[in-house]
């Protein structure tokens, strides 16, 4: 990993995320923790923390035995679900969560193959997340057939042709975008000359055509599959990274209009409001889509059209992609509610009230610890503690995400108190 | 520096040394001062370092095990998609080379006789000057073609580099010599693919190999293993089947399910049986075969004659039982071999080594790829899959100067002028005889890189004689061995565990790939990397050469090779098994698996994994995979009917007859059976000698290593030696048993070795393994066993000249009792 980029998930992502590190923090393994965890906690609202490598965690998913029980597309085992089929939706702490809660069963399966409960790194526990998140963004392969379907359906054979059929030569052939393996190239291409297009089909009183979800990546594959573009070189994509475009939404001025977080225009849609939780192509879609109204209010405004090259499409999109996967900070009232309907107290005690099992949370917490880290070893000793509920008789706390994140709000709450008497 | 018992090193760094109990080794490793005070006062740290293994052609990749910085053991890269993690004995054994007490420490010049062993140390300055000036006089002289290189083969950056150096120099005399370097022919042949493709044993449902001893002795053998596990898997499909047919009881013949022992040679009559079940009783790929290959039906030519084709020739000649009696297998064996080959798809033949060692070798393996051809089984899952290449960057094209031009218009000193061998000549007899003979010029420089021809080759015996002839001799040896005692100066290259390397496109592997292998450790002597030698010398030459080599050394030369991969985009540095599936959801989805901002964050993880592949390689038609001329495969052998039919003074049956091929007609063109021919008088040498190679010890160098010594025979319980695989029956009729001391000999000389009995050993053969038997390379392995090459007879496959390296006649004797 670069250091940078190191950097950034070690002060940055996991601080914000140390709400995920409440339920370790409610069990027997604090007292590691606060020997191993020396980086500060800051209780401050989500930061602007996004994975800057997300498919790293693939390797992650291989090296800890997760593909023995789980498939990516077929692949791998078929003990738990499909994992590009079942894909993650919500935050970090969302997907934290739903990892957590399976925790005994994947306990029962590793002892049932005979082995070692895996031991994650701060940076493995992150990229793994961050991995099965980005799945969904990854899209499915297009059709063929749908794509030809689309192609006459949307009007494209107005002005484009494709493969020798029939079609229009107002607009460029379609065959050399063959080529090109990826179809962000394809959005990338008419969104880049998109006022000329604008201007021909307003001229020649067509609709701007509409796309939804899967439709671009179907007419990418029409694309390559009939065009009479002979030359073999296929030019792939690399999915985007989500800091690189944090800076490309800057640098392109979407931020004029949008707001992400708060920050930024209110003349479109915060970004915040908008449900992107779709692939690459749906997202590009929706771009599209909305790309005549986008235009006539940028001229209003006076601001030039974006223009993208290279993968700074690829990284607009996973930066709008990414934007839900940060989290909001909880709510420490409900938090500590919480501490006590999930039964944490019954092992801790918060200011020596509750149970001795566990250490006392709110002098641990004074410690202050690097969410991920905590995270990070609360997952590490997820089997021990699964023998220690197991032998207590008790159940294994679920927790949802919302509930890490209240839960997390509480305990800094408290460690700030502590702290300050 | 010290020597120090690798037992002893192993325990102060608290590394097993377990390896070491099979006996009482009292192994001596010779380990750097700084080293030792390492392993006795470090805090005993442990990392890992992947890197690319050297000892064979295999390409695998290893990881090295150090503590405090001290290698202390070689196990398999995990990640490396040809050995997956797993490692051979000779691999495992890496640290007894990079550790050896005999290796050479500094430039040497000869100071006695050649052979006498007497040498002095020179400065590396004084050496390059040597070499350089002697090169310079030649190019001065007008005469660089009197320059010549000897590479096991040409693949990987350095053998670019010294064909570029060649080139730039003015000589085409780079001459690889390794004895699989026409083994791509009988592909090309069919195909018209000019390397080895890939058998894919993983998903095929039956294998039937005939003569490839893949899994001792295949071209990448952790490669075959690896695919044949997976065969042998239950979740892949069902569990495949292996039959193997040879005329000797290898590793591969215990691994398999059915073992079918034929006479020696007799390969090819045994596919063509199968072929005649399987044409017989309809079982082959009709649509296939009617669509994609030439030559299967008889046809009539544009002037009306009638030529019989392969499916004609086939029915008529090679009934089962008439097969039965050429190979010694019964016919029902034949026809159950055929019809499971039939029905059971996939279904995949192997050509191998032992059946392609013969006079016939080349008919007999094009026979067997006939099979696979005749099911359709043709780049598809479970069959013959052509190698994809590698997208690396290439170098400029060499400017040569007219000292260069003119030297390149000469011949090749290893050119077949005289045509003896009418296909793809072996170039190791015409260089051979040139070299003796002064023609078409002497030679007056030779340069020995990677190999030790005097002792691994068949010919070991006429080449010792060539290097004899040779006026200056330059070696690149890490270690003294036979060939190197030719050399008048060593210029000792850097142990594999020591220096930057590259390898890829390993035959018998159809994804791409490239491996990069970094330094492990710091030198231990005074050695240089081999590239960065050559440029050393290229500066000293000047002219033309210099100016080829803009790379400052071998290392920036490497990165630029690989930037190439780098700026493709395509494919991933290794991670892990779940890689190909992964980066074939990637691809689908138009997706690239590169997420490196620039070439060195990419260089980066690639040295610190290993390497490079790209599973997901586009799937190409058949019609598209298919090289020939007429994008067909063609059991017409056209090359062969050309040089038959281009002979001024002879007509075209006397050239057939000259070259040894006794089918006449339209047959001759054929993948046809030719019968084996046997050097040495029958009567006098009544077996056939069969020369087999095993996994520890490929090319020999396993001998250097005492723990690959002690495990040379492990299968049969045979130590540190060499032995005899006789048939109990010979055994008898000769007085001999088990253990006994038996000399072999031919018409050319004897070796002796203990006797192992061997009922699964074709009565009339006698085999020998090859590895042992130097007479030099060091205290481990001068003088133990013997070279079964030592008796070869200098005879060639009729259509490529090819060592034969079973066609030699032998007879044995008892000559005392052991133990």
């Not at chain 2, 050319?748 to 042992?772: C, W």
Request: one cysteine or more; a negative charge; aromatic letters at 10%.
């Amino acid at each position: 990993m670069r250091q940078e980029s190191k950097t950034r998930l070690q002060q940055s992502l996991f601080k914000n995320m140390i709400s995920a590190s409440l339920f370790l923090v409610m069990t027997m393994v604090m007292p590691l923790l606060v020997s191993l965890c020396p980086a500060p906690l800051h209780a401050e609202p989500p930061s602007d923390w996004l994975p800057s490598e997300p498919l790293k965690g693939r390797i992650v998913f291989e090296e800890k035995h997760c593909t023995r029980c789980h498939s990516i597309a077929g692949t791998g085992g078929d003990i738990g679900p499909d994992l590009a089929e079942s894909y993650f939706d919500g935050t970090f702490l969302d997907l934290a969560s739903i990892f957590w809660n399976h925790v005994p069963d994947m306990v029962v399966e590793y002892k049932r193959a005979n082995l070692a409960w895996p031991q994650f790194s701060d940076e493995e526990v992150a990229h793994v997340i961050s991995y099965l998140y980005y799945l969904r963004y990854l899209g499915a392969p297009g059709d063929v057939s749908r794509g030809q379907d689309y192609l006459k359906t949307k009007g494209c054979f107005s002005c484009h042709s494709v493969g020798g059929e029939p079609g229009g030569r107002r607009g460029p052939a379609l065959d050399r975008l063959k080529m090109y393996a990826s179809p962000i190239y394809v959005v990338q291409a008419i969104w880049n000359h998109g006022p000329e297009m604008q201007a021909m089909m307003n001229s020649m009183g067509i609709a701007r055509p509409k796309f939804t979800g899967q439709e671009i990546a179907d007419i990418g594959a029409y694309i390559r599959a009939v065009s009479k573009w002979t030359m073999r070189e296929s030019v792939y994509l690399s999915p985007g990274d989500p800091n690189d475009g944090k800076v490309v939404f800057a640098r392109k001025r979407c931020d004029a209009c949008h707001s992400v977080h708060g920050v930024g225009g209110a003349t479109g849609p915060s970004m915040d409001d908008v449900d992107l939780s779709m692939s690459a192509t749906g997202i590009a879609a929706i771009m599209w889509n909305h790309g005549a109204e986008m235009l006539s209010t940028m001229r209003e405004e006076r601001i030039k059209w974006p223009t993208f090259d290279g993968k700074e499409m690829a990284d607009l999109i996973a930066y709008l992609y990414f934007i839900r996967f940060i989290d909001e900070p909880g709510n420490a009232p409900r938090g500590q509610a919480l501490f006590e309907t999930k039964q944490c107290v019954s092992c801790h005690s918060i200011g020596g009230v509750g149970g001795s099992v566990g250490p006392d949370l709110s002098m641990r917490l004074s410690t202050r610890h690097s969410g991920i880290s905590v995270l990070t070893k609360m997952i590490n000793h997820a089997a021990k503690m699964s023998e220690e509920v197991l032998s207590q008789g008790e159940r294994w706390p679920v927790l949802t995400g919302q509930e890490m994140r209240d839960i997390f709000a509480y305990l800094v709450a408290t460690g700030e108190e502590s702290s300050s008497e | 520096m010290r020597e120090i018992r690798r037992r002893d090193f192993l325990k102060i760094l608290g590394a097993t040394a377990a390896g070491a109990a099979l006996q009482d080794l009292d192994i001596l490793w010779a380990v750097p001062d700084r080293m030792v005070e390492e392993a006795l006062r470090g805090p005993g740290i442990e990392t890992f370092k992947n890197t690319v293994c050297q000892l064979c052609p295999a390409g695998c990749g290893i990881r090295v095990r150090l503590i405090d910085g001290v290698p202390v053991h070689i196990d398999g890269n995990p990640m490396h998609p040809i050995n997956h993690g797993g490692i051979c004995p000779h691999g495992a054994a890496g640290l007894d080379f990079l550790y050896h007490p005999d290796r050479i420490r500094q430039p040497l010049i000869r100071s006695g006789e050649r052979g006498s062993g007497k040498w002095d140390p020179l400065s590396w300055e004084e050496a390059l000057a040597k070499v350089s000036q002697r090169l310079a006089e030649l190019r001065r002289a007008g005469t660089p073609e009197q320059v010549a290189f000897v590479v096991p083969e040409k693949r990987g950056l350095l053998a670019d580099m010294i064909s570029r150096f060649m080139e730039a120099f003015g000589s085409r005399n780079l001459l690889a010599i390794d004895e699989g370097q026409n083994d791509f022919v009988p592909f090309e042949l069919l195909f018209g693919w000019k390397a080895i493709p890939e058998y894919d044993i993983e998903h095929t449902r039956f294998l039937l190999s005939i003569g490839a001893d893949f899994l001792d002795d295949g071209v990448s053998p952790l490669h075959g293993i690896r695919g044949y596990s997976k065969m042998r898997e239950s979740d892949t499909g069902g569990r495949g089947r292996l039959t193997f047919v040879d005329s000797r009881h290898s590793l591969t013949a215990a691994s398999a399910d059915t073992f079918l022992p034929i006479k020696p040679g007799t390969h090819g009559a045994f596919a063509l049986g199968v072929a005649y079940v399987i044409i017989k009783e309809r079982y082959y790929d009709t649509a296939f075969v009617d669509r994609h290959v030439d030559g299967f039906e008889s046809w009539v030519d544009e002037s009306g004659a009638r030529h019989r084709g392969f499916k004609e020739y086939v029915l008529e000649n090679f009934y089962p039982e008439r097969v039965a009696r050429i190979v010694g297998v019964s016919a029902r064996k034949i026809v159950d071999v055929g019809r499971d080959f039939g029905r059971l798809r996939p279904a995949l033949a192997m050509s191998g080594r032992h059946g392609s060692n013969g006079t016939n070798g080349l008919f007999n393996a094009l026979c067997v790829e006939a099979l696979n051809v005749l099911v359709g089984n043709i780049e598809r899952k479970g069959g013959l899959r052509v190698q994809r290449a590698t997208p690396y960057e290439s170098m400029p094209p060499v400017e040569a100067d007219d000292i260069a031009r003119r030297g390149l218009q000469k011949p090749a000193v290893f050119e077949d002028a005289d045509d003896r061998y009418p296909l793809y000549a072996d170039a190791t007899l015409a260089f051979c005889d040139h070299i003796e003979s002064s023609t078409p010029y002497a030679v007056d420089t030779l340069f020995i890189h990677g190999c030790n021809p005097a002792f691994d080759h068949p010919y070991a015996k006429r080449l010792r004689r060539a290097l004899a002839k040779i006026p200056f001799i330059v070696s690149f040896a890490t270690m003294a061995d036979e060939s190197s005692e030719y050399a008048d100066v060593i210029l000792p290259e850097h142990a594999y565990l020591e220096r930057w390397m590259d390898s890829g496109s390993t035959p018998g592997v159809r994804f791409a790939h490239a491996s990069v292998g970094q330094p492990v450790v710091k030198p231990f002597y005074d050695t240089r990397q081999a590239g960065d030698v050559l440029i050393d010398l290229a500066k000293g030459v000047g002219g033309s050469v210099a100016r080829a080599f803009s790379d400052t050394s071998f290392f920036t030369a490497l990165q630029n090779k690989l930037n190439g991969i780098f700026a493709s985009g395509e494919g991933a540095v290794i991670s892990g098994s779940f890689e190909e599936a992964w980066i074939k959801f990637l691809k689908e989805r138009g997706w690239q698996n590169l997420v490196y901002e620039s070439f060195e964050d990419f260089w980066r993880v690639l040295v610190e994994r290993g390497g490079w592949w790209d599973p997901a390689s586009d799937e190409i038609p058949v019609e598209k995979v298919l090289q020939t001329k007429s994008s067909k495969i063609t059991f017409v052998l056209e090359p062969l009917m050309a040089k038959a039919a281009g002979g001024a003074q002879q007509s075209a049956e006397d050239r057939l007859n000259a070259w040894g091929i006794r089918e006449s007609g339209d047959a001759a063109f054929l993948p046809h059976f030719e019968e084996p021919r046997f050097e040495g008088d029958q009567k006098e040498y009544p077996y056939h000698l069969v020369v087999f190679g095993l996994l520890s010890n490929r090319r020999g160098t396993g001998s250097f290593s005492p723990l690959l010594q002690e495990m040379f025979g492990y299968y049969q319980r045979v130590y540190s030696g060499s032995w005899i695989e006789i048939n109990p029956h010979t055994a008898h009729n000769h007085h001999i048993e088990q253990g006994d001391m038996v000399r072999v000999s031919s018409a050319l000389g004897s070796v002796s070795a203990r006797a192992v009995l061997s009922e699964m050993l074709e009565p009339g053969t006698i085999a020998i393994p090859f590895g042992m038997g130097h007479t030099s390379g060091g205290r481990y392995a001068k003088g133990v066993g013997v070279n079964p090459y030592e008796i070869l007879s200098e005879v060639s496959d009729t259509l490529c000249g090819k060592p034969a390296k079973l066609a030699t006649r032998v007879k044995i004797q008892k000559s005392e009792r052991i133990g």
